[in-house]
């Protein structure tokens, strides 16, 4: 707006008058502007729906997999999870996270390092390769990106789990194997990476001697299937107050046994430090396979906790 300077020489009464008449309303619109950003900030607050969408896999476009299931849901997908191995280059996977980050979605990959040594990982045996990925996603600034490594590591090898598990390794040396690989994300100023610490829902004796420290970790979190949710919450929550993520969940079977019930406590705000629920759309998981999951979901997402 273009304000008229008065001439001091030929200023009088009523032009003073209406100079400050003009200082009060742009004053007032100020205020409402600053009233309006901060209610939209407010509002984006809500917690964030995503998923790992099996049938996407491979396909170098899922958006119109992702709109497929918004349409099922009636709600839009924050954010796109899927898997990439330590063979995975980042050429092939940041043409991806610049896809998904371009339509306003947060990428998150959970990098799963099998047939790697977590002790040699610490040690920098691997630096070359974890250096190309901690470059590209620092190309990808200011876009977050969320990382998941060492996932489930509760789980012992010999009955479904990783080989990082600290069944098989020392707690000691998968901390410093997390911190290591923290290290080199920051020394390429990959500052847009967040870091998700994923445990299963499951073993929770053996969680907490796990944690690399809230230093190294942007999200805490578990995987859950039916599994004793308020637990393994009072358990994350003692161990940090970092935000939550839930990296996986689904019902406990092929049905929604145990889903609809979690679904419930996530509405109500049951967990007030989730910050994002992350669905495992695969298998006797799928959306397909399982309508009473699916409507779960729905009266889930339609609640005031997911409302932004």
Known sequence: ????????????????????LLLILLSGSIVACQTQNTSKNTATSGILWGMWIKDADGNP???????????????RLDVFHWYESWDSSWSNVGTLVEKISSTGRVPMITWEAQNRSVKRIAQGGYDAYIDSWATGAASNKPQEIWIRIFHEFNDPPTNGGYPWSIDANSPADLI????????RFAAAGADNVKWVWNPDG?????????????????YTGWDTYGY???KDYQVLAAISKKPMVIGEFGPERSQDSGLRGFTN?????AYPLVRAVVYFDEGKYSLARN????????QMLASAAFKR
Not at 265 to 269: F, H, M, R, T
Not at 291 to 298: E, F, G, M, V
């Open 291 to 298: 309508p009473s999951a699916r409507h779960a979901l729905k």
């Open 1 to 20: 707006m273009r304000v008229h300077r008065i001439d001091n020489n030929r200023s009088h009464p009523s032009a003073l008058a209406a100079w400050l």
């Open 176 to 183: 410093a194997a997390w911190r290591h690989v923290h290290d």
């Open 202 to 218: 499951v073993n929770q004796d053996k969680i907490q001697p796990g944690y690399p420290g809230d230093r190294y970790v942007d």
């Open 265 to 269: 406590e996530i509405a109500s705000g």
């Open 61 to 75: 476009d899922p958006n119109p997999i992702i709109a497929n299931r918004e349409a099922s849901l009636g709600h």
């Open 228 to 230: 004793n949710n308020a």
